[in-house]
Structures are given as structure tokens and as C-alpha cells.
């Protein structure tokens, strides 16, 4: 596998992230010296973090198709490792974690040689049947199905979910298509943007609670002027970075902003689970990895699969 990611229309595209953050970071300078708040602290601090978090992306992304994965590779061990730490385990089940470690290597490599049928089987059938193998030689069965079952949800949401977004990196293109990573881009960008459009449409006209018990911020106009926010960003961003038509553009939007939503506040209920706000503090303003990647463990199997079907 060896291509240039760092097409013209992926640079354009950089280019125009870049230009939206010097924007909103100098609006949001303005805003807390003229009116002070705790909500534009909030977004100044978020603002900070995405620089950060776009600067990473993009490194790894431009300079080389291998680092690509391997970045890749790491940002699910990274989630999954969080996710473990989380949760409460009987110690005489570890080595389970151990295997699950094992299996980030072995799926990213079936990504890298390009083998679909095992890439899309391997942790559905074959981890999932093989890690209560490890448990049941221990021979502890107290906390077996919670530690077993964690382990397997785990597994498919940091892992398998995300190396989705690792594999549209090595979809076969069609004549006049684009380049993976301009999916890649794409997709990254849309899910980012949702979550970032969820929360100022909810601070600036949410009233209605969407999930109260789940996710007690996010509400109905919050939700909706994101998918709708997402949308309009996916007609405008379709044309220059995928093969995608303009019904295809507004269904994608649609769909990333939607299955975004989920993965939020799926993410959100194990941490109302657990009674904690943030899986970390790694990331100032953002809490730690899982809570930037909750989005994504929906949005990139759902998004590529999509993506595969109609365009590849």
C-alpha cells in the first residue's frame, strides 16, 4: 500500500479548517474581552484543543500512507486502553485485556494488506468467540459475563468501529474518484463539526431536554442545528474531497450527523453508568480520548460501509 494522500483538494480543504479556526479563535478573544463568561471560556478552550487535535491529525494523515495507520492504530489503543481503565474488572480475567490488546495489531495489519473478509470478520466472530476461551482457562467465573461482555463491547466500538476509519484510507477508487484520505478528511471533519454545531445551537437556543437521563445538555435544537449544520457542510465539502453526488452528500450529512448524535450519547450513558463526567482529563476542554472519539465509533463503520456500498 502506497499512495499521496496530499491531494490538491485535501490541501484546500486544510487550508479552509485553518482559516475557520484563526476565525473563531479571533471572534472568541473578542467576545471574552468585551463579555466575559464561563461558556466562551469554555469555547476558548476548546478552540485550543482543536488546534492542537488538528495539527496531530494532520501530520499523521499527510506525511505518509503507512503513518497514517499507525496513527490510526494507536488512536484505538489509546481509546480502548481509557475504556479499560474505566472499567471494573475481576483481576483473575486480565490476560482477557492482554488478548484484546493483541487483536489492534492483527486487525490494522488486515487493513494494510488490504484483506476485507478477514478485516470485516475478525473481531465479530473470531475475538468475540475466542476471549471467553482465555477466562473460562482461568477457571474464575465470578464477574465472568461482566468482564467477558465489557471486554467484547470494547473491542467493537474502539477497535473495530474505529479501524473503520483507517480502512477508507485503502478503498479501491473508482474512475475520476478521490483519494481515501479525502473521505477520511471528510468524514473527521463532519463528525467534529457536528458535535461542535450540537453545542453552540443547544447553548444558544436549547431548552427542550432531547435525553435528560442520559445527557442532561443535550437538547432538541442543539440536535437538529447540528444534522442540519452538518448537512450544509457536506454539500459544500462533497464536491472537492469524495466521489459522493448531491443526494449523496445530503444523505451522508444526514446520516454522520444522526449516527454522530448517537455515539455521543452512547458514550455519555457509560459515563452517567460509572458516575463520572470526563474518561480523562488528557484533553483540556474535551475531557480525554473516548470523549473525542464517541462520535466516530458510530460514525466511521456506519460512514464507510455507506461509502463502500453505493460508491465503491
Keep these: 500500500m502506497n499512495f499521496n494522500v496530499l491531494t490538491d483538494e485535501v490541501l484546500y480543504v486544510l487550508i479552509g479548517i485553518v482559516g475557520i479556526l484563526i476565525i473563531s479563535t479571533a471572534i472568541t478573544l473578542v467576545l471574552k ?12 478552550l476548546r478552540i485550543k484543543s482543536w488546534w492542537v487535535m488538528f495539527f496531530i ?15 490510526m492504530g494507536i488512536l484505538s489503543f489509546l481509546a480502548l486502553k481509557e475504556y479499560f481503565s474505566l472499567i471494573p474488572f475481576n483481576r483473575a480475567h486480565r490476560l482477557v485485556i492482554f488478548w484484546s490488546y493483541i487483536a489492534i495489531p492483527i486487525q490494522f495489519l488486515f487493513i494494510y494488506f488490504e484483506f476485507y473478509g478477514m478485516f470485516i470478520v475478525f473481531i465479530p466472530v473470531y475475538m468475540f468467540l475466542l476471549i471467553p476461551i482465555q477466562a473460562l482457562i482461568v477457571g474464575e467465573t ?3 459475563l461482566q468482564s467477558v461482555a465489557s471486554v467484547q463491547w470494547g473491542l467493537m466500538l474502539m477497535v473495530f468501529g474505529l479501524s473503520h476509519l483507517a480502512y477508507l484510507l485503502v478503498l479501491p477508487g473508482k474512475e475520476n474518484s478521490v483519494l481515501g484520505a479525502g473521505l477520511v478528511l471528510f468524514l473527521v471533519v463532519l463528525t467534529q463539526a457536528n458535535d461542535v454545531a450540537q453545542f453552540l445551537w443547544g447553548k444558544t437556543l436549547g431548552k427542550r431536554k432531547i435525553l435528560p437521563k442520559v445527557s442532561p445538555n443535550k437538547t432538541w435544537a442543539g440536535f437538529l442545528g447540528g444534522v ?9 465539502l462533497a464536491p472537492l474531497i469524495t466521489p459522493f453526488t448531491l443526494t449523496g452528500s445530503i444523505i451522508a450529512g444526514l446520516y454522520i450527523g444522526l449516527t454522530g448524535f448517537i455515539g455521543d450519547v452512547n458514550i455519555s450513558s457509560l ?16 475531557g480525554g480520548i473516548l470523549d473525542r472519539v464517541d462520535s466516530l465509533t458510530y460514525t ?12 465503491f
Design 33 to 44: 474581552k468585551q463579555k466575559p463568561s464561563h461558556t466562551v471560556d469554555e469555547v476558548m
Design 57 to 71: 491529525f494532520t501530520f499523521a494523515l499527510v506525511i505518509h500512507s503507512t503513518i497514517s495507520l499507525i496513527f
Design 142 to 144: 465470578k464477574n465472568f
Design 228 to 236: 442540519l449544520t452538518t448537512t450544509v457542510l457536506a454539500v459544500l
Design 271 to 286: 459515563k452517567r453508568d460509572l458516575n463520572i463526567k470526563d474518561t480523562s482529563a488528557i484533553i483540556p476542554g474535551h
Design 300 to 311: 466511521a463503520p456506519l460512514f464507510f460501509h455507506f461509502a463502500r456500498f453505493f460508491y
